[in-house]
């Protein structure tokens, strides 16, 4: 497609539960990232890649939160036994290369209850 | 910790006033995008500066980088009900992830 696509657009799932997230950049891109984003807030960094390799994972929270991209396209952000603080909008972006201006999907809303 | 100051964080006008939103970091970046975000949307980039001194206009809106690339203002001109929204500042260093503002709430009031 022309942009970036998140699946789902909204996911409710009970505290404890597991979740996968995944995010479609724009074709050709080679770096992705992660960003969640609260209420009221700027996205803050998680994740970025560099084709399939986690270039720089410091804004994963805990270790309850992973990402992976194994053919350097489509990336899943998991979830493990999560936590209602963990509700937020995560967004992805892409960019054609690292550095450059990057382009955000839709994000995924997602509610812990 | 980088961080970056945005403000104000609300802003409400009336159509056609102008507006000026600021955007401070104590840090140095390699570049500054401004971005806008409507409910339920993924931020839109709006434009990237470069060069310490840079500026660039995109219709009524005037974008500045600071000199020394630590600061950013953007500058609305005759303010349209339309310029209604998020709008975000963020910090780039490199390839690495980006580091944002908390943002502005404009509206414009018809």
């Known amino acids: 497609g022309a942009g970036v696509s998140q699946t789902p657009s909204n996911k409710v799932t009970e505290k404890g539960k597991y979740v996968e997230l995944r995010c479609d950049p724009i074709?050709?891109?080679?770096?992705l990232y992660w960003y969640r984003q609260s209420l009221g807030q700027g996205p803050e960094f998680l994740i970025y890649?560099?084709?399939?390799?986690?270039?720089?994972d410091s804004g994963l929270p805990n270790d309850r939160f992973f990402a992976v991209r194994p053919e350097g396209s489509v990336s899943t952000l998991k979830i493990q036994r999560t936590e209602r603080g963990d509700s937020a909008v995560y967004l992805c972006?892409?960019?054609?290369?690292?550095?450059?201006?990057?382009?955000f999907g839709d994000g995924t809303r997602l509610s812990i209850l | 910790t980088q961080l970056l100051e945005q403000s104000p964080q609300f802003l409400s006008i009336q159509e056609g006033e102008n507006l000026t939103v600021y955007c401070n970091s104590s840090?140095?970046?390699?570049?500054l995008q401004w971005y806008r975000q409507e409910p339920g949307e993924g931020p839109v980039l709006l434009v990237t500066?470069?060069?310490?001194?840079e500026v660039k206009k995109l219709k009524r809106l005037t974008f500045q980088f600071g000199d020394a690339r630590k600061d950013s203002s953007l500058h609305i001109t005759a303010a349209q009900p339309g310029d209604t929204g998020l709008y975000l500042c963020?910090?780039?260093?490199?390839?690495?992830?980006?580091?944002f503002g908390k943002g502005t709430h404009l509206i414009i009031q018809p």
């Open positions: 972006a892409s960019s054609s290369s690292g550095g450059e201006p990057q382009h």
């Open positions: 074709s050709g891109h080679t770096a």
């Open positions: 890649f560099q084709g399939t390799g986690a270039a720089d």
């Open positions: 840090s140095v970046f390699s570049s």
């Open positions: 500066v470069v060069t310490g001194g």
């Open positions: 963020a910090g780039a260093r490199g390839a690495d992830g980006l580091t």
